[in-house]
């Protein structure tokens, strides 16, 4: 039990639909990650928000939309995914924003399937 | 482009055995951290070393840091089966604070019983 939830574990849908991934840290961190691994590829970080406000946007593309209500609870939205697209999707929390100091603590990931 | 790179990709020994792992990266770096991760599941983190230092112990884990090389090791000692995982460097490159964590390819560690 990492203190990091992510659900749905799998998730399979077709490129014209929509649907969302939940993540919820129950650590009390302040600053949550949205990640993306295929493989062969190192880790690709997506979002950052800092107390529930977006710090960063890596270039991700606008079929991807993150949303933050609450230091606790992170989402990402999708919609019209392309197959490439297909990864497992990894949520993570730190103490602070100061990503080299400090541990990231990760959810189990959601293994998104395009089809 | 890249920061950290492990090497190997892929290691192979027997249970009891030592495994060791290595890490470059480019630039330099005020922190570098080694993360974990067993088949479908996150990253769980390890150990987490300071520019400053150059060992660092945990259980059965030593990491060693030489700047100069710009390199990591991660040693695990009297491996187990519960070791089988990918193992994950992860640096920041040094600068003004919000430094980005940039983590490499890992290497695919398997624990022969």
């Known amino acids: 039990e990492t203190g990091v939830t992510q659900t749905p574990r799998h998730l399979v849908m077709g490129m014209t639909n929509k649907k969302s991934l939940k993540c919820e840290q129950h650590?009390?961190?302040?600053?949550m990650y949205w990640y993306k691994q295929s493989a062969k590829k190192p880790l690709e970080l997506m979002f950052v928000?800092?107390?529930?406000?977006?710090?960063e946007n890596n270039s991700v593309p606008s079929r991807f939309s993150p949303e933050c209500p609450n230091s606790s609870h992170l989402f990402l939205h999708l919609h019209t995914l392309q197959p490439e697209d297909s990864a497992l999707y990894l949520c993570?929390?730190?103490?602070?924003?100061?990503?080299?100091?400090?541990?990231?603590?990760f959810g189990d990931g959601t293994r998104l399937s395009i089809l | 482009s890249q920061q950290g790179e492990e090497d190997p990709q892929a290691l192979s020994i027997q249970e009891g055995e030592n495994a060791t792992m290595n890490c470059s990266y480019k630039?330099?770096?005020?922190?570098l951290q080694w993360y974990r991760q067993n088949s479908g599941r996150g990253l769980v983190h390890l150990i987490l070393i300071r520019s400053n230092e150059r060992e660092k112990h945990s259980g059965r884990l030593r990491v060693t840091l030489d700047t100069s090389k710009k390199s990591s090791s991660l040693l695990i000692t009297a491996s187990r089966a519960a070791d089988t995982a990918s193992y994950f460097c992860a640096t920041d490159a040094r600068g003004f604070g919000n430094e980005k964590l940039t983590f490499g390819t890992g290497t695919r560690l398997t624990i022969i019983p």
């Open positions: 993570a929390s730190s103490q602070e924003l100061d990503r080299g100091n400090q541990p990231q603590h």
């Open positions: 630039t330099s770096i005020n922190n």
């Open positions: 928000y800092n107390f529930k406000e977006q710090t």
């Open positions: 650590l009390g961190h302040n600053a």
